[in-house]
Every structure is written in C-alpha cells, then in structure tokens.
C-alpha cells in the first residue's frame, strides 16, 4: 500500500516558493521553502526537487526534506563546495519568491513502531533524515528509548546547538563521534543494551553506512532491525 502510495504521490508535484538559504557551516547550506497546507511528510521521507527557473542539465534531484510538517516550511540542508554541481549553483542563485517543483515527499526511511531506536548518521547523514526524525519526537513529546550517534571525524556536527537543546529537554540521548572506532564503540554499548530488540537507522555517505550495517550484522542484529539511507551527491 505504502509503495503505491508512494508511486501517487511522485506524480503528484507541488511548485514551492523560495523564502531564504543561510550557511549553516563552511560547506552546508539551507535552503527554505514556503509549506503549503496540504503538502505532509512523515520525518525522515525525501522528495525529488526540480530546478526550473532556468535550464540545466539533471535539473532534478532527491534531498530528504529536514524539516517537520509543524515547522510550515520545507527545509533542504545539502554540501555546496568551491566547484558545485550546476544543479547546487542554480540553488545559490534562487531569489525570494523563486519557484522549484517537489515530487514526494515519499520513502520508507521514518519511524514506525515505538521500538528503542538508534540512529546512526555520518557527517552530513545528520541532515537529511535525523534532523526531522529528532524535530517530530520533540514535538510529539514521545518517550521511547532513542539514541543519536552522530559521526563526523571533522567535528563540523551541523545543528550540534539544537540537537543540544532538544536532548537536553526530552528523553533522547545523544553521542557525538569522531571516528569509526569510536562508533564501534557505541554501538557496542548499544547491543548490549537492547540486544535485537531494537531498530538501527543508518544515514551517511555509501562507505559508512555498509561498514556500519556489516558490523550490525557480524553482531547478530537482524537484516530486518537493520534501515539504511545512503546519501549519493553530498
């Protein structure tokens, strides 16, 4: 059901107006778009995005929106680096009031059961789908046993005050991490902790997040525990 639902919905394009971009850190951008009333999303789904103020090559690509539907914005945080892609470089140049198409959003990668979670994000992994996902706990008040591993060896950790602030006023732990070693580490105490009866949630660059769902398997947590977002363009 979800599939086709999810099929219906790509078809289904809301044009967004542009509201403002910030730097959020040396590389990382946000991007904010005006919400309308009708458009929602469960925390951690991602849309397809088209460029259409001007012409481009692979003038659509998929960013997982980071925001919540409370927020009434749709928010997109991606890495723009000194040589940007054409597509990044048309996003730089958007203007208020700018239109951009949205397909979605859709995808499987969001929360469903109030299991104990560990969310597991690599570097810019943090902003796709765990700023949302961390966003929609705190708004709902919900006191299941979560826990972010955030992972970035350049100590970058984008959103590290709000994710502060909402750790610090709800009931989700969270760890910063510097090194795969030490992610090894904490996913250890985490197995201890809840064995296989918890849901892993893995979101980052391609290389992380297989080393990371290989060492969740050579340690007996199941396939099926097991959710994984690879994030391709960052």
């Known amino acids: 059901m979800s599939f086709v639902k999810d099929m219906l919905s790509m078809f289904n394009k809301k044009e967004l107006s542009f509201l403002k971009s910030y730097k959020e850190s040396e590389d990382y951008y ?4 005006e919400k309308e009333k009708d458009i929602t999303w469960n925390a951690g789904q991602y849309g397809l995005f088209t460029i259409t103020h001007k012409k ?3 003038n659509t690509r998929p960013f997982s929106v980071a925001s919540v539907p ?3 914005t749709i928010q997109i945080t991606t890495k723009i680096s000194d040589q940007p892609s054409e597509f990044k470089k048309a996003m730089l140049e958007l203007t208020k009031g700018t239109k951009i198409t949205m397909a979605g959003p859709v995808g499987a990668f969001y929360l469903r059961e109030e299991h104990p979670t560990v969310l597991i994000a690599g570097g810019i992994g ?4 765990f700023r949302s996902i961390v966003k929609q706990l705190e708004a709902e008040k919900k006191e299941i046993p979560v826990h972010l591993l955030y992972l970035d060896s350049n100590k970058t950790y984008i959103f590290k005050d709000e994710l502060d602030r909402i750790a610090s006023n709800t009931s989700i732990g969270l760890t910063y991490l510097d090194s795969s070693n030490h992610l090894q580490q904490a996913l250890d105490k985490s197995i201890s902790t809840y064995k296989n009866n918890a849901k892993y949630y893995i979101a980052g660059p391609k290389s992380m997040v297989e080393d990371t769902s290989t060492y969740l398997r050579d340690n007996e947590i199941s396939k099926r525990n097991i959710k994984k977002d690879v994030l391709i363009g960052y």
């Open 30 to 33: 946000t991007f904010l778009f």
């Open 56 to 58: 481009i090559k692979n």
């Open 126 to 129: 943090i902003t796709p789908p």
């Open 70 to 72: 409370q927020e009434n």
